[in-house]
């Protein structure tokens, strides 16, 4: 096989107990033409020292010691000093199979897809999982629109798509994208812009990827303020759609929307963690959205109706009344 540079990049921060299986897993990849990229985002354990001593050991390891700024601005950091023609996103609690990069990057060098996901194994603890040898991947191409919708909505692979960390990317898809800065679930911002600059998707239907899903992460934690932003990638995605005329993706990111729109009413409520302006806000952005793009739903008149009651009337749907 063609060893072409692949640049994988790793965000780091406060993870150290975890820090080196991570790496470890990174190192013992079968394809071996890597840029291991660090990027210690300021973290204030041992993160930062654990990543110099690897890159001792290993030349193909580069630092960068920056000041905390997040996911989407550590990752951002690799982007820009990355110098390969592939690049792979690994977070720093996660590990990966020995053959990933290898498999990743196979359909991709053979012409038959310019981008290419794996399917991802969720973990409780930090550990690599499934290290046997995979002699005939699973395989599937993804081409048309009908292929998109097929696989990017499914429910069960939902996720698979959605994530950063369990794809390689050809680097120049990023030129004049980035990942959003002060904002969580910068994937929803981010990852169908670049899945959508492929011709065709390679998806391997192997768990690749060890994610650790850990009580205190993002995925786990209760509403607050900055959960909000998935509204706000959710709209511009829905917009992004409407653009396009791909009505059917705009139906289904609207649909995510207005379920992520009753879980904060319901945390409102029940669990008094956010404050009732910011319901009043995403009530209101609601309307407009509905009134935007009710009409060309593909969708039977009883659900657009149910949208619009929604928008009108969002008391009915959580059984019980706001004082707003």
């Known amino acids: 096989m063609e060893q072409v540079l692949v640049s994988v990049i790793v965000?780091?921060?406060?993870?150290?107990?975890c820090l080196k299986i991570c790496i470890e897993s990174i190192l013992n990849q079968t394809y071996s033409n890597l840029e291991i990229i660090l990027v210690d985002d300021g973290s204030p354990d041992?993160?930062?020292q654990i990543c110099d001593e690897y890159a001792i050991k290993d030349f193909r390891i580069q630092v960068i010691h920056k000041e905390n700024g997040g996911l989407s601005d550590a990752r951002n950091a690799g982007i820009e000093v990355a110098t390969g023609?592939?690049?792979v996103f690994i977070d720093s609690d996660d590990s990966i199979h020995p053959q990933m990069i290898e498999l990743l990057i196979k359909?991709?060098?053979a012409g038959k897809a310019q981008l290419s996901v794996c399917d991802f194994n969720p973990i409780t603890e930090p550990e690599v999982t499934n290290t046997s040898f995979i002699n005939n991947e699973k395989c599937v191409y993804i081409h048309s629109l009908a292929d998109r919708h097929k696989y990017y909505f499914e429910e069960e692979k939902i996720v698979t798509f959605v994530v950063a960390w369990n794809k390689m990317y050809p680097a120049y898809f990023f030129k004049n994208i980035?990942?959003?800065k002060g904002k969580i679930h910068e994937d929803e911002f981010t990852t169908y812009k670049l899945l959508d600059r492929a011709d065709t998707i390679c998806y391997i239907e192997h768990p690749l990827y060890n994610y650790l899903s850990r009580q205190n992460s993002i995925m786990k934690e209760s509403f607050s303020e900055k959960n909000l932003s998935k509204f706000d990638a959710y709209e511009e995605r829905m917009?992004?759609?409407?653009q396009r005329n791909d009505y059917y993706s705009l139906e289904k990111i609207l649909n995510l929307y207005r379920l992520y729109f009753r879980n904060l009413a319901r945390h409102t409520i029940f669990q008094?963690?956010?404050s009732v302006e910011y319901f009043k806000k995403y009530s209101s952005h609601y309307k407009k959205i509905?009134?935007?793009y009710v009409i060309v739903l593909p969708v039977p008149l009883k659900k657009k109706l149910g949208y619009m009651a929604f928008a009108i009337c969002p008391k009915l749907y959580i059984k019980r009344k706001l004082n707003f």
Request: charged share 30%.
């Open 272 to 274: 008094n963690d956010l």
């Open 178 to 180: 980035r990942y959003p």
């Open 107 to 109: 359909p991709i060098l």
């Open 290 to 292: 509905i009134k935007k």
């Open 85 to 87: 023609e592939y690049l």
């Open 239 to 242: 917009d992004y759609y409407y």
């Open 11 to 17: 965000p780091i921060y406060k993870v150290e107990g």
């Open 46 to 48: 041992n993160c930062g």
